[in-house]
């Protein structure tokens, strides 16, 4: 209730303070006649003028402290995929044209509003058409536009196009609310046929596998994504209930899961996740991280609740897709690791076969 | 077609008859009654709905996880102890983006700088049917209230995201909001797409039609340029929205499977099967890339009339102006259409 009272009061300062100011302006129009016309003259323009510039400089300086306080050049550089600095590149050289773009622009808009600002006695130039300069600033971003557009493309065919002569790793992705689950595809290295509709709780056939399949047989379902070093994988995505969407933004990769339907993504991961913590970027950010969670855990030590762990870095498949409740918290770690330490890894999994409980 | 129309003196067209309180505010034919009406239901009403929405999102960003007393008090059951419900959260943001795409920058915009403008600027007396432009107005206004009124149900709003991608949308198993708050975003959508469907039409026959003497296409301002093919635009890719509705308010009632297959949820299958999401995200596309030029030409049109008019000059370019914005409106439809077979 109490709140209720404080913002009621407010409103009526608010208008109080709306209202005196009212009356203020109408007892100035009465007293100063000669200064109340609409018509702007030149003090109203220069100062208009010099504001149009000033904000000009404005933007200029708020751009470089940016840029000093929170550049971090390049843009992207750590990604840990082969196929990633092909993504960070594109989006390099989107950004520094936007860039440089937007710069000289605006120092047009501005600049130009400040220089031809209303004066007495000056006449407006008439200038109605030019052909050529229109044409030519049609063209020149046209032109560039395509280019840009046509790198992209490249770019995504490129990345799309799974190479099957290289034997890449067949591992699926499954989604549901809201957790993932990985299906490594075994020995064969060819996933057993699936549908929801053969999901049986009771017997832990969790992802709908086709008990029958003989390709089934060794699949593995884990819920830790582990990815061997310098080896192409080739993702198939699934949903059990609603849109998702695979984003593995350390690998630059991002595909929807649709219920339904099976989408694929292939990508070879190049850096494992013990170099990624030792590089000297991720090193910074995690001290960073830790200071704040310090911080933090201080607070909490003092309200006598429990201290924050300190943070490790660790791969991350996220949801990308609002997908319901605790979409914020659907992710799944992944680990990059040497193919000694996976193959140690995927022995110690249960496989399909194996983990379905036998019918009473 | 004609360049203008006759106005004969003796059927007394634009003077209106004795008014009363009813007819002159409320159910008023007039173009500038009717832009008012829509300036204070679209853009003030909804826009500050809208902002408010925002800045709930916000505080919550700035703030995560503490308890904050006026999400209690906005928020009641939704914020137990001041904390925001993830749930709300989702339908803060669906909420949001709804009214401002839709109520405040297409109905809102559109809505009050069409109706005023078009004929002042064009010298007619008033748009071509008044009468459709009332009705136009009062389907918006009904739009509006079931959409807020949506707000206050039970299970929550519709929070599945301003694009309501089914299945979320479509399954209440998935989602508290795609329930009865879902139903009622719906039905709001489909009279929201009638009432811009109504008025587009009359913005349309209002500039081939009703132009004055002399007023020829390329003499029109930019302003009205920009109205008429923003018209245009809605009046082609509204209606597939309004089939995207139509057909996930099927699926969600009567068992269909346009958009849905193979879903397992919450310990169940459900039976529907043979649909794809992917069409509901191409029908809702269809309209989701025009809607941007819809937002975006009127603002362009009275930009470069209030520039040039200030700047005692007349439009630098006017027929390329007319040009790119009609490229700008068709360009990326038709071609962009014609790539994706391409590449399909």
């Known amino acids: 209730m109490s709140t209720f009272f404080t913002i009621l009061i407010l409103f009526f300062v608010v208008t109080a303070i709306w209202q005196i100011v009212k009356i203020y302006d109408l007892t100035q129009v009465s007293t100063v006649a000669k200064d ?167 017997r832990a056939n969790i992802l709908g596998l086709d008990e029958f399949d003989p390709n089934a047989q060794d699949d593995i379902i884990t819920t830790e994504l582990h990815l061997p070093v310098g080896k192409p994988v080739l993702f198939k995505m699934r949903s059990q209930d609603v849109l998702h969407s695979a984003y593995m933004p350390h690998f630059r990769a991002q595909m929807n899961c649709v219920p339904g339907m099976i989408t694929q993504f292939g990508f070879t991961p190049s850096v494992t996740t013990a170099e990624m913590r030792e590089t000297p970027e991720m090193i910074e950010k995690i001290l960073n991280i830790n200071n704040i969670r310090a911080e933090k855990s201080k607070e909490l030590q003092e309200k006598g609740e429990e201290v924050l762990d300190p943070y490790e870095f660790d791969y991350l498949l996220l949801c990308n897709k609002i997908c319901g409740k605790s979409h914020y918290n659907m992710q799944m770690k992944i680990v990059v690791e040497t193919q000694e330490e996976f193959d140690k890894w995927i022995n110690q999994q249960t496989k399909f076969k194996n983990s379905l409980i036998a019918q009473k | 077609m004609s360049e203008y129309i006759e106005i004969d003196p003796n059927e007394d067209h634009g003077h209106h008859h004795k008014e009363t309180f009813i007819t002159k505010y409320i159910f008023s034919q007039d173009h500038k009654m009717i832009a008012k009406q829509y300036l204070i239901t679209g853009v003030l009403f909804m826009g500050v709905i809208g902002i408010l929405m925002s800045l709930l999102m916000r505080l919550q960003i700035a703030w995560p996880e503490e308890p904050n007393i006026i999400f209690e008090f906005f928020l009641g059951k939704w914020a137990p102890d001041g904390v925001m419900d993830a749930d ?210 009127p603002a362009l049109g009275i930009a470069s009339e209030v520039i040039a008019t200030n700047s005692r000059k007349p439009i630098f370019g006017y027929k390329a102006m007319i040009l790119s914005i009609l490229a700008i409106a068709f360009y990326p439809q038709l071609f962009g259409d014609i790539i994706c077979l391409f590449l399909e």
Request: glycine share 8%.
């Open chain 1, 36 to 202: 109340s016309s609409q018509i702007a003259n030149d003090k109203d323009n220069k100062v208009n003028g010099y504001l149009m510039l000033g904000f000009l400089i404005f933007i200029y300086v708020i751009t470089i402290i940016c840029f000093i306080r929170y550049g971090d050049f390049p843009l992207m550089s750590n990604s840990a995929s082969v196929h990633g600095s092909k993504i960070d590149d594109l989006m390099m050289v989107s950004m520094v044209l936007i860039f440089f773009v937007q710069t000289v622009t605006q120092f047009f808009l501005y600049y130009f509003a400040y220089k031809y600002k209303g004066q007495k006695g000056r006449k407006a130039f008439f200038y109605s058409d030019n052909h050529k300069l229109e044409f030519l600033w049609t063209i020149i971003p046209a032109i560039v536009l395509t280019v840009l557009i046509t790198y992209g493309l490249l770019t995504w065919s490129d990345i799309m196009n799974v190479d099957q002569d290289e034997d890449p790793i067949v591992i699926e992705l499954y989604a549901q609310q809201f957790n993932w689950k990985a299906r490594y595809s075994g020995e064969d290295n060819a996933l057993g046929k699936a549908n929801v509709r053969l999901i049986d709780i009771d």
């Open chain 2, 88 to 297: 709300i959260y989702l339908a803060l943001v669906t909420m949001h983006g709804t009214i401002m795409v839709f109520f405040v920058l297409t109905a809102g915009l559109s809505g009050t700088f069409s109706n005023l403008l078009i004929p002042l600027q064009l010298g007619a007396r008033d748009m071509a049917s008044g009468f459709l432009n009332m009705v136009s107005f009062w389907l918006f206004f009904l739009s509006t209230v079931i959409m807020v009124a949506s707000i206050f149900v039970e299970a929550g709003p519709a929070a599945a995201g301003w694009t309501i991608y089914p299945p979320l949308s479509a399954v209440e198993l998935a989602q508290g909001g795609s329930g009865l708050g879902m139903t009622l975003w719906l039905v709001s959508m489909a009279i929201f797409i009638a009432s811009s469907l109504l008025g587009s039409l009359n913005y349309i026959v209002t500039v081939i039609n009703l132009r004055t003497k002399g007023m020829t296409l390329t003499r029109m301002p930019l302003t009205i340029w920009a109205f008429f093919v923003t018209a245009i635009i809605g009046v082609i890719s509204f209606p597939v929205l309004l089939s995207a509705a139509l057909l996930l308010i099927m699926d969600r009632s009567f068992g269909t499977s346009f958009f849905l297959s193979d879903i397992f949820i919450q310990g169940e299958v459900l039976h529907y099967q043979g649909g794809s999401p992917v069409l509901f995200e191409h029908l809702f596309w269809f309209l989701g890339h025009p809607e941007v030029y819809i937002v975006l030409l």
